[in-house]
């Protein structure tokens, strides 16, 4: 018995296309059957429909294609791409590399996992090219065994500084190649201690087993870099990138681990954020810094993913000029078209920090000649730490479907980060991950929903939140109709309303400094993040507009021209983007405090609801599923009352303004 759960590829039992003819044959073409990624689409396919439909399909080999040469996204793209067809005799997957041919076997697994008539799915040929060069997942996992920000249990890479590799490392790599993702970062971003050392000796034989695990699943391994190696691990007293002993150690140590881990991809950096070292130190660019390692691993086809995160955490509470959200843009916008074209800026999805509610950041849509990459996280650090159900889908939906205004067309956050609007040479999203040694990897069982969904969507930006949802709950859940409604219905809604009982229109922050879990109003009005909501008696918001920090004007038109103005602002942004009085009347027709107390009291009265309806499915699903959320579903509900109470009553206490209902507020 395994110590873990096999979510999406245990494939239980299924029962519809038992008796599917066109599933007893399947043509794979295009990659050669002596590909290891090929070997493992195989398995895939045997073990996979052998488990549903009890019958192993018999396999057989068409025709080798030309392979694309992957020098860049788009190749990248082209040679992942994949097409299904229904022949007289058998079921064809065709594509242009072993990825192709195992995105293409994961696609039919998913179409029978799902009881979907494969005739149907089929009938008429389905081709498919990622949406994203790049699908990446981040760990932020230390080499202690312990998890930045991580919500369920222990890491399953790491145990006292040393790599593991067991089954549990092979499944993972199934598991999210099952879901598209084609990249992932194993190392935390801050780098430290041991995990500094993962550019030595010390661990190149298990990185590059670990590499060669993942590229047979079609998965590139990168890891963070520590910016300052040349002084931690190299002994010189300097890492400024123009030094020529700096660059000369970096070249020497390049050559090596590219050499001791053939299949290393790149590098992740956290440069100058945060208190992690970087160029600034010497009074050099951000651009600087990236270009330098990206001209030394260039020869080994590496690549530099370089963090904008970059912003002053020492704000000083009085200084009402200095706007962290004005940070990434004023830092990296001076130097668009330096970065080296191996260079790709890492973009968190807002300008903040991961909140449940943040405009786009200007980045995206202001960098015109730069490689680009969007960060989202399903770590769900802001977002209620895997206790509180939270689906993540329709957020990212948001954001790629964002119009930046960039270019006259394919100006969305989507466009550019598929590559299609600039030509980037690289692109992509990530997520900071949410996965640990769990027994079902995600904590929360439902979290469980946005691994799987941002695989999903990074492949295939076109697809639905509930469309991905839906397949979620079949795959790992129930194939019952009734069940997967109900299971749909409780985690589509459920990102609304955490939102509607935290932090309200937009302002973010009020939780709990340093765990980011629970409410606490004015935490971090009284640290040192610049996080501030600045309220008093009169009026709670920050003024980003052309009279306050300015930070509306980073975005093309229209946008700055709607952000900048109260009236125009949405709702769910407003206090964000202005400082406004209690009273001021949103487009809701509500005043600000009354939109307050009211999506309060409804936030918690609707996260009420969707633990009863989970109560409902005792005994339709299995039961440590059922126990595993209802116990988070307790805990989910004591942290909305306690977020329902105190945010009411602070604002009722400063505003001294009743709720127009007469609700109970302290
Ligand atoms: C947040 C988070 C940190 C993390 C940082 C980052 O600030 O709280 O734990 O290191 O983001 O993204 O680098």
Redo the contacts with the bound molecule.
């Keep these: 018995m395994k110590n873990y759960a096999d979510l999406w590829v245990g494939y239980g039992e299924r029962k519809a296309n038992r008796d599917c003819e066109h599933l007893k044959k399947i043509r794979l073409s295009g990659a050669p059957e002596s590909d290891c990624i090929v070997k493992n689409a195989v398995k895939e396919l045997k073990n996979g429909m052998k488990a549903m439909l009890d019958a192993e399909p018999e396999i057989v080999f068409g025709e080798a294609a030309a392979p694309v040469a992957v020098t860049d996204g788009k190749s990248l793209r082209e040679s992942e791409e994949y097409r299904i067809t229904i022949c007289d005799d058998a079921l064809s997957l065709e594509a242009r590399s072993g990825a192709g041919i195992l995105y293409a076997s994961f696609d039919l697994l998913r179409t029978v996992a799902c009881e979907r008539d494969v005739r149907k799915a089929y009938a008429e040929g389905k081709t498919v090219r990622p949406s994203n060069p790049l699908r990446m997942l981040n760990h932020?996992d230390n080499m202690d065994g312990s998890i930045?920000?991580g919500y369920s249990g222990e890491s399953f890479f790491y145990v006292d500084n040393e790599i593991v590799i067991d089954e549990r490392t092979r499944d993972y790599a199934r598991m999210i190649a099952a879901v598209g993702i084609n990249a992932v970062v194993i190392n935390?971003?801050?780098v430290k201690q041991a995990a500094s050392l993962m550019i030595t000796d010390r661990y190149f034989d298990k990185l590059a087993e670990l590499g060669r695990i993942f590229a047979e699943y079609g998965i590139r391994l990168f890891l963070s870099l520590n910016y300052a190696s040349s002084i931690e691990i190299g002994g010189l007293d300097s890492a400024d990138p123009l030094d020529e002993n700096v660059i000369a150690w970096w070249k020497e140590k390049m050559a090596e681990v590219f050499g001791k881990i053939p299949t290393l991809a790149g590098f992740l950096v956290?440069a100058d954020?945060?208190g992690?070292p970087g160029p600034f130190t010497y009074g050099r660019t951000q651009a600087d810094g990236a270009n330098m390692l990206a001209d030394i691993v260039k020869e080994y086809g590496g690549i530099i993913i370089w963090?904008c995160?970059v912003y002053n955490c020492r704000q000083d509470w009085r200084d009402r000029k200095t706007d962290r959200a004005r940070a990434g843009y004023d830092n990296f916008m001076p130097m668009d078209g330096d970065y080296h074209d191996n260079v790709i800026l890492q973009i968190?999805n807002g300008p903040m920090?991961?909140q449940i509610r943040e405009p786009v950041s200007p980045l995206l849509g202001g960098l015109r000649r730069t490689n680009q990459m969007l960060?989202v996280?399903i770590a769900q650090?802001y977002t209620g730490h895997q206790i509180d159900v939270c689906y993540l889908i329709p957020e990212f939906k948001e954001i790629l479907g964002f119009k930046t205004y960039c270019s006259e067309s394919r100006d969305t956050v989507a466009d550019i980060v598929s590559g299609e609007t600039f030509g980037s040479r690289y692109s992509g999203i990530a997520a900071?991950t949410n996965t640990g040694n769990d027994f079902n990897w995600t904590g929360n069982y439902l979290a469980g929903a946005n691994l799987f969904g941002f695989g999903r969507l990074s492949f295939d930006t076109e697809l639905s939140a509930e469309q991905i949802a839906e397949e979620f709950v079949r795959m790992t859940i129930s194939q019952d109709d009734e069940v997967v409604r109900t299971i749909v219905g409780i985690l589509l809604p459920s990102r609304e309303i955490y939102e509607k009982y935290t932090s309200p229109l937009g302002i973010g922050w009020m939780v709990t400094p340093a765990t980011?879990y629970g409410c606490s109003v004015d935490g971090y009005e009284y640290d040192r993040?610049g996080t501030y909501h600045r309220a008093d008696h009169l009026g709670i918001g920050v003024d980003r507009s052309d009279k306050g920090t300015g930070y509306a004007l980073q975005y093309n038109e229209p946008n700055a021209s709607i952000y900048n103005s109260p009236e125009k602002c949405p709702d769910e942004l407003v206090l964000f983007f202005h400082h406004l009085p209690y009273t001021h009347k949103l487009h809701s027709g509500k005043t600000v405090i009354q939109h307050i107390y009211d999506t309060h009291f409804e936030g918690l009265e609707e996260a009420r609801k969707l633990a009863e309806t989970w109560d409902a499915l005792k005994g339709k699903v299995d039961d440590a599923i059922f126990d595993n959320v209802r116990e988070r579903f307790e805990r989910q509900l004591f942290n909305a009352r306690e977020w329902c109470d105190q945010v009411n009553s602070y604002f009722f206490r400063k505003s001294a303004i009743p709720d127009e209902k007469g609700r109970q507020i302290w």
């Design positions: 932020w930045e920000r935390n971003v801050n956290k954020s945060e992690r963090r995160f968190k920090d991961f960060e996280q650090e900071v980011h993040w």
